[in-house]
Every structure is written in C-alpha cells, then in structure tokens.
C-alpha cells in the first residue's frame, strides 16, 4: 500500500483511512438490496410492527407544540440532563448499576459509543480482547483506530476464562499490550448467547488481576424470553463493578426505535470525561430534539409499557424460525436456541462455506450474514447468523425454505463434479 500521494492514493488519503474496514453486516445489505423479491435473514433491524407510533407522534406533537427553542437547539456533548437523570434513577438502578451524572454520556447510537471508547482507548498496535465470534461493527471500529485483536473462545456460558488467561499471556509475552475486553454477555450479536453469571463474575475477577477495562455491550439485555427466569440471568457485569473498571453501553435502538439514534454509556469518571471531549470534536452533541423525544416516551412509561410485547413478538419469531430449521433443515445444521436477541446462529453441514453458500442464497433470493465476518482469527466459515427480528413470519419461513435450496443445490453441484 502506497504511503505518497499519486498511484493508487492520488488524493493523499493518510494511511489509517486507507486501512478502514468496511462494515460486513451493511455489505450484505448492500449486495441484497440489488435483488428484487429477496428476503434479508441478515439485517438485524427491530420490527416495525411494534413501534410505538401514536405515542411518538403524540409526544412530538407536543415538543414542538411548546416552540421551546431549546428542543431544537444545540445541546450539552454529556446529554440532555433530564433524559441522563431518568437512566440514572430508573433504567440504571433497575439494572443495579449506579452512578452520577458526570458517569454518563448520551451516544448517538452504540456504536459511536465503540468508537468513543476505541478513541480514548486504543493506541496503534494495542490489543482488545474479544469474544470468538464477536460483533462485526466492533471489529470494524477498532480495526479502523488501528487496534488489533485476539480471539477468545466461548463456550455455553460465555467467554472461557481459561482461554482468556491464555491469551492474555500470549499477548504479553509477544511485548504486545492489551488495552481492554470487549463482551457482549445478553444475548450476544452473533451468537445468541447468554453469558452466565458465574462467568460474569469470573471475567470480572481476570480484569481485576491483569488491570483491564472491560467494555460490555448490553443492547438486547431487556429481549429476554421466557426461557430466562429470574433477573440475576441478565445482570451486567457493571453492577458489579466495585474497582471502576467497565464501560457499560446501553441503547434504545431495541426498544423503542433505532431512527432516534439514542444510546449511552456508563463509564469511570476519567474515561467519561475524555469520551466527553472525543465527542465534542466528532458531532458536538447527541440530537437534542431526539433526546427530548426519549425523555418524553420514557416520562409516559412508554418504554416499560412496550417491553412485553417486544419480547413476546420477538419470542414467537425465533419460534418460527426454529419451526422453519427442524422442517427444512432438521440433521444439516445445528444451532443452540437463542434465550433472546434478534439472532440465531447456525452451524453449517461439514464441507460447506459460509461464502460459497452466501452467493448460492442470492441467487435463491435469501441473504444472512456469513458467521466469517464475526471472527478475528480468520475463522468463522463454518458458520451462519441469521436475523429473525424485522420480518414476518411468512417471510421467516419462506426464507429458510430458500436457505435450505441454496444448501441442497450446492449438494447437487458437488454431486456433479463428483461424477464429471
């Protein structure tokens, strides 16, 4: 790769932009959206079917009906006060995690809070520490402050603490330095997976040892399903927290809807104060206008009047899907039931590739996420993420349907070279 100006890079682009990664979940998207009639296991998109409308366009009626111009105003970088005020006396303490105000910092979206973090965090060359598979706009956004990466497996209860401690001296012993870890124990994008609690505690313990931060990633901690039975399967890591040593992002993206672009991240105090002054450079503020209308649906109890049914209509999609992979695809591929989220993770048949299955289910007008884009290890082949969240459940069926033509035509073209 050229480091001038001319050749390849005639507009003097510097090295780091030259490095970007491309998001895999939106190249999907974009290579999908060419295709008429095609039907997307692969966007992770909450379902419009359970925005709440009328609520929305009661309280925007209502903002602009005061013409406060602070509701259309810039605002603080830290946030609108009274929405941080809310997260801190409900949502927060619902999640027995606490703070104060100066611990907050509203986001526009989660992953400005991975990049917030990845800013004030990662110099070139650091290591984070990830989950194998992990989520892809995490890797993207590290990837693109030159950070690097090593890969920890799971098992059923979430990250191996033995493979972590394996990979933390690797790293050392390499003259490397890892900076931080990145889990996402609820439900975890791709994997579906919850991670235990006596796992939580563990990592937590690791961190304290080795003087890391851990930064968790809780977006669909509330889209539990009844296979979750009490709170403590849920609680974050950062409620434990007693050395101050974890970032905890949180969204409204899942539940109540992503357009408002409304996250935020809890941190220690030195951390918040530096993400403060990263933001202030990158947007100035969070969309106030935004903000207030969150505030509003959270002052109403819309939010907590809408969280059953988001997690009944989300429980009965992954039930159709299931449905949908023990008629079409029963003994061909595996996967662990998801206990919430938006996804479920299959295991493809021996022999098969995520890629090669990928560009067969286009031509069958069904996509999802090849499981490759969600390792660090150059991993992940042998597996699929697919999305239940934001389409019916025809649509669900039919798309497995699809899915398991893409499977048995690529048997058929194998067959056929067997014999040639």
Known sequence: MTTMTGGNNPLGLSNVALQFQESAIRRTGILGAA??????????????????????????????????????????????????????????????????FEDVVITTGSQQGLDLVGRVMIDPGDVILVELPTYSGAIAAFHNLQGQFAGVPQDAEGMSIEALEGAIAKVRAAGQRAKFIYVTPNFQNPAGLLMSRPRRL????????????????????SIYFEDVTTAADTRPIKADDSDGRVVYLGSFSKVLVPGLRVAWMVAPRAIADQVELAKQATDICSSVFDQRI????????????????????????????????????????????????????????????????????????????????????????????????????????????RLAAALNSRGQDSHRLATD
């Open 202 to 221: 563990a990592l937590l313990e690791v961190a304290r040892r080795h003087d890391l931060v851990i930064l968790e990633d809780d977006p669909y901690g």
């Open 294 to 401: 969150v505030h509003g649906a959270m002052d109403r109890g819309v939010v907590e009047r809408l969280a059953p049914t988001l997690r009944a209509h989300y429980q009965a999609k992954r039930t159709v899907m299931e449905r949908a992979l023990q008629a079409s695809l029963a003994g061909r591929v595996t996967w662990t039931s998801p206990r919430g989220g938006f996804f479920l993770w299959i295991e493809l048949p021996a022999g098969v590739d995520d890629r090669q299955l990928f560009a067969r289910a286009l031509t069958e007008k069904v996509s999802f996420v090849p499981g490759s884009a969600f390792f660090v290890d150059g991993g992940g082949h042998q597996f699929a993420r697919l999305s239940f969240a934001g389409i019916r459940h025809e649509q669900i069926t039919e798309g497995i349907t």
């Open 35 to 100: 295709i008429p009639g095609l039907i997307s296991l692969a966007a992770g998109y909450p379902s419009p079917d359970v925005f709440p409308w009328d609520d929305l366009q009661s309280i925007t009626a209502d903002l602009l009906a005061r013409r406060d111009g602070h509701t259309l105003q810039y605002g603080a970088t830290r946030g609108y006060r009274p929405l941080i005020e809310q997260l801190l006396a409900r949502t927060l303490r619902d999640r027995g995690i606490s703070g104060t």
